[in-house]
């Protein structure tokens, strides 16, 4: 098997029936025998009243999680650079996106097999999304992966009139699957059930517009809504949650040209902050090669590994050190939040976090960290409102980390409020 190969299955846990298996960077499929034998020695296990959660082996490393004694989910990564907090944090959207799609009462009461395996096919690209390496990071973040456009101000004008007259509350603007501006009661969602709806908007193939039924894991589990999408140009989206009026074609013909059409313009522009998720009149220090800032407040986070794309598109071979670049911050990003910064978010609400044992014992709890490789150097700061983590070129002395971080910190929160 390939280094860098996911395999992902899911299983009914009262009879281990396999429902389905995707994979990621490989050929070739697990054999029955192989995923029998992972579901039959999780079956063992809980017989003995024994918690298994996860295990290694010389090339691989499995994780089992089982969700309402009904599914059973198991994922194994050939990647041991990988860690139990990325595949924990993986399990858990593809348990949620099959919620979305298909809604919690099916998963929980199963009556028909086989229907329900036809069913999960309409989750196939969602949850195949989160099994390759992306854009964004609210995958692993839990939190809304957004973008700072120059005209937010005049968008978000236009997002609250369009969506007032769909007769909803609930609206935002996406560009490449990153929230442009969204309704104040957008914000008021869940994070996770955001994060999924803007990970399903983009997973989906291209449509003018689409009427998709959707259900929000955390907020309506067992009663759908209705999520309307609108493509306003190539790569921008307005969507709404509605209820069951208005129709599709109503909307579709009566206002989005007539909400739309005169800020063409704003639009556009925010194809031009995509890759980078702000604006190039942000400064940032030069040696910065990737950036993840996340509003704990808000739930809303700005990434890109493409910091100064005009340098970056001089390089031949980008494509490759892009990869390796969202690998490296993603892993620290991973090793920060497992065992230095505190599991509690600024909410007060605590989510199911997988420390490592050995700070457990520690009185107090990291508020800064890095680390130096042969490749990179990354830097992560703990504020009451943000995390801040870059991941930075090998020349940049060790002891600038924390100024550059703090400046790069004031840059976001006082001249680019985020």
Same mark, same amino acid.
């Given at each position: ?257 007539? *909400? ?97 044992? *050995? ?52 840059? *976001? ?6």
């Amino acid at each position: 098997m390939e280094e860098s190969s996911v395999f992902l299955l899911c299983l009914t846990a009262t009879s281990g029936v396999p429902l389905y298996c995707r994979s990621k960077s490989s050929s070739r499929q697990l054999t029955f025998s192989v995923i029998g034998s992972l579901n039959g020695v999780h079956m063992f296990a809980n017989n003995q009243d024994v918690l298994l959660t996860s295990t290694r082996t010389e090339n691989s490393r499995v994780l089992w999680r089982t969700f309402h004694d009904s599914i059973n989910l198991i994922v194994m990564s050939c990647d041991m650079k990988t860690s139990d907090h990325s595949l924990n944090k993986l399990l858990e959207n593809v348990f949620s996106a099959m919620v979305l799609v298909i809604g919690l009462e099916d998963l929980m009461n199963i009556k028909n097999v086989e229907r329900l395996k036809k069913e999960l096919r309409a989750c196939y690209k969602l949850i195949d999304s989160f099994l390759t390496e992306s854009e964004k990071m609210g995958d692993l973040t839990q939190c809304v992966d957004c973008v700072i456009a120059h005209d937010a101000a005049i968008l978000q004008e236009c997002l609250d009139g369009f969506t007032q007259a769909a007769e909803s509350e609930f609206g935002c603007l996406l560009t490449g699957g990153k929230v442009v501006v969204a309704t104040e009661k957008w914000w008021r969602l869940a994070s996770q059930d955001v994060m999924l709806l803007c990970w399903l908007v983009s997973s989906l193939s291209t449509h003018s517009s689409r009427d998709y039924p959707v259900y929000l894991p955390q907020g309506s589990p067992t009663v759908p809504h209705r999520l309307l999408t609108f493509q306003l140009v190539p790569g921008v989206d307005v969507c709404i949650l509605c209820g069951p009026s208005p129709s599709l074609q109503k909307v579709q013909s009566e206002l989005v040209e007539r *909400f739309w059409k005169p800020v063409l313009d704003p639009i556009k522009s925010c194809l031009r902050v995509q890759l980078r998720s702000f604006p190039a009149s942000v400064p940032l220090h030069h040696g910065i090669q990737g950036i993840l800032l996340v509003n704990r407040d808000l739930n809303k986070s700005l990434y890109t590994v493409q910091v100064h794309p005009m340098e970056d598109m001089q390089r031949s071979d980008m494509k490759c050190i892009l990869e390796q670049r969202r690998e490296a911050l993603r892993s620290f990003y991973a090793l920060a939040m497992s065992r230095y910064f505190h599991p509690e978010h600024h909410d007060g609400k605590n989510t199911v976090q997988y420390e490592e044992s *050995f700070p457990m014992g520690f009185s107090h709890h990291a508020h800064q960290c890095y680390t130096v490789s042969s490749s990179n150097k990354c830097y992560a700061m703990k504020t009451d409102l943000h995390f801040l983590f870059l991941l930075f070129k090998t020349d940049v002395p060790t002891f600038s980390m924390r100024a550059i971080a703090n400046k790069t910190m004031q840059v *976001f929160t006082k001249d680019f409020t985020f």
